[in-house]
């Protein structure tokens, strides 16, 4: 399941972009340098035994590079320290892999952490009534509210945390978590009453009753995905987990016992030669960047306005054909946007536009006839009055 927010369509094969605006690409990753000397640190603590145990391969790698280490000292050559040296980098650069990855992934939580810590709430002192007007307020950080506390919320302010509407009716826009351009009705009592921190209320007041505790509230618990916190392994990447050690503990016997018969035939091989072996035997390459891709997976989704709530569910997508969705507020604007103008039998392009407007005036849809635009995202939009 994942659960888009409010972006723009994207364009279709055929559609060219237009001369001044800078095409959207993705940020550079594990080739940033920027991010590469951040992730440095992270990569490093994570050479601790307790944490490369978790990857049996990388795991047998870190104790091959320590046993090359001590050999090379003890037997300096130039074969023992080029050898030393791989296995180290082949190491950090698994460890390195993944740092970066995580590391995007708490640049984009950070984000959400700071929306979060930057909500004031209003909320009530003592105890709140029913039908109460005069009631004394203070104003505190959103992430001091604790659960059952009541919070004022008016038109144009952020609702601080997730909770049930108690008193009133509002507007309130939810397209910074749900995606649906429209405003949607929240009021006390029946289903329609809870809503979520982060949101923004449109009209008219309400008081909220909190009803998440600190730390679980919805945004919360995107914080965590995004992450990686909360991030569970798939059954592909357990299965893979499986493959990989039953492997490497399959080659790690068979050059356990290389070293008797190459006594017995005379010709003993180094310990540095035997591990060699071992890493170039073992599937290092996939178990060094198998912890990284599920974690980058989320993260590319992340980066394009989509937020993957398991593993699973990022596996699930590469299998589907056919997407059915709901509603259309969820990937579109709010307002009229046209891809292109086409016109045919020496008809004006403003002609087109303008009549593309006057078809508009009578659809009902929430904001479908408020105003119109140029096509990709030009300036050029004016207001049109719904038809009466």
Not at 202 to 211: A, E, F
Request: aromatic share 4%; net charge negative.
């Amino acid at each position: 399941m994942t659960t888009p927010t409010l972006q723009s369509p994207a364009a279709g094969p055929d559609t060219q972009q237009p001369a001044g605006e800078p095409e959207h690409r993705l940020s550079a990753g594990l080739l940033d340098p920027k991010q590469l000397l951040t992730s440095f640190p992270d990569a490093l603590k994570k050479l601790d035994p307790r944490v490369q145990f978790k990857s049996p391969v990388m795991f047998v790698v870190e104790i091959g590079s320590l046993l090359t280490t001590l050999s090379a000292i003890e037997k300096p050559s130039v074969f023992a320290w080029v050898i030393t040296v791989w296995l180290w980098l082949t190491v950090v650069f698994a460890n390195l892999a993944e740092a970066v990855a995580e590391g995007r992934g708490k640049a984009q939580a950070d984000t959400l952490r700071k929306t979060k810590t930057d909500t004031v709430a209003r909320r009530v002192v003592g105890a709140w009534a029913p039908g109460a007007t005069d009631v004394a307020e203070e104003e505190v950080p959103a992430t001091a509210l604790r659960l059952g506390d009541f919070v004022v919320v008016e038109a144009g302010q952020v609702i601080p945390g997730d909770g049930d509407v108690v008193e009133g009716v509002a507007s309130v826009d939810e397209s910074a978590i749900t995606g649906e351009s429209a405003p949607v009705i929240r009021e006390s009592g029946g289903d329609r009453c809870a809503v979520t921190g982060g949101t923004k209320v449109l009209s008219d007041r309400v008081v909220v009753k909190i009803t998440s505790e600190p730390g679980k509230t919805f945004i919360d618990r995107m914080i965590a995905l995004v992450e990686g916190a909360s991030r569970q392994k798939t059954p592909n990447e357990i299965a893979l987990n499986i493959l990989l050690a039953s492997l490497t503990v399959v080659f790690l016997l068979a050059v356990v016992t290389l070293q008797p018969m190459a006594k017995y035939a005379g010709a003993e091989q180094t310990i540095v030669v035997l591990v060699a072996l071992l890493v170039a035997l073992i599937p290092t390459t996939i178990g060094a960047l198998l912890s990284a891709i599920g974690i980058a997976g989320m993260d590319r989704l992340v980066q394009r306005n989509v937020l993957a709530m398991s593993g699973r569910a990022v596996e699930a997508a590469g299998d589907v054909s056919t997407l059915l969705l709901d509603k259309t507020g969820t990937i579109t604007f709010g307002n009229r946007q046209a891809a292109e103008f086409l016109t045919i039998d020496q008809v004006e392009q403003g002609a087109l536009a303008e009549a593309a407007q006057l078809s508009s005036l009578a659809d009902e849809t929430p904001r479908a006839a408020r105003s119109w635009c140029w096509p990709r995202r030009s300036t050029a939009c004016a207001s049109a009055p719904r038809a009466s």
